[in-house]
């Protein structure tokens, strides 16, 4: 494996849990536009996929339903859900090692870049990112872009990086990328479903990071 020299983090499950917004904003657009109620796996099921697709998943509606429904999650979260979240004990210290070992950081996230700009300078933790790239608001840039994205942006080779993440989703999108992936254990995804795709290691927290990067570089 070449050196790495950009570590790029999903931020849902990963950097923060935003669990409390998410479900919150998933709970009112399915009340808004009369959807059944769903469990608190279905609505934790949300986080780390794309919203549109999480939709179509659980209440089987096509996408113009899967649009009405994520406009009003949207709503929800502009009015203050989306500061629902806390940063993952110890994250703050990983980021800051990552620096002091020269190592660039960067966020490849499926929410909004707006909104993943916002959330990450409130929490104080926007600096330590040499770039931020998130979804636009109609969903169509796939994680693996996202990662591409990020590489390019720091003047990385993809061969250079490593993907953080703690979904399926994350790993996916780190393997059509050529990215090596580090999946969390601590997150929201599921284990067994990440290690469909190549993975160099599990963290079960943030600073179990840096003790893989160490073992593989």
Do not use: W
């Not at 999480?54 to 502009?78: I, K, N, P």
């Amino acid at each position: 494996m070449n050196t790495i020299q950009c570590v790029i983090l999903d931020l849902d499950g990963t950097l923060l849990d935003t669990s409390p917004g998410i479900t919150e904003c998933v709970r009112y657009a399915g009340e808004k536009l009369g959807y059944p109620s769903l469990s608190e796996e279905q609505l934790l099921s949300f986080i780390g996929p794309p919203l549109q697709d999480s939709f179509m998943r659980v209440y089987g509606c096509d996408r113009s339903q899967a649009e009405a429904l994520t406009a009003a999650y949207r709503e929800q979260y502009r009015k203050g859900a989306i500061l629902k979240a806390k940063p993952y004990d110890g994250m703050e210290t990983l980021l800051a090692a990552l620096e002091q070992r020269g190592l660039c950081a960067a966020v490849a996230t499926g929410k909004p870049q707006m909104y993943a700009e916002q959330i990450l300078r409130h929490f104080g933790l926007e600096h330590f990112f040499r770039v931020i790239h998130g979804e636009d608001l109609e969903g169509r840039l796939k994680k693996s872009e996202l990662i591409r994205l990020c590489a390019e942006d720091t003047g990385v080779s993809c061969e250079q990086c490593v993907m953080i993440g703690d979904t399926e989703y994350d790993a996916r999108g780190a393997e059509d990328a050529g990215v090596p992936f580090i999946g969390v254990s601590y997150g929201f995804g599921d284990r067994d479903e990440m290690l469909r795709c190549p993975c160099i290691g599990f963290a079960d927290k943030p600073m179990d990071v840096l003790r893989i990067l160490e073992e593989v570089t």
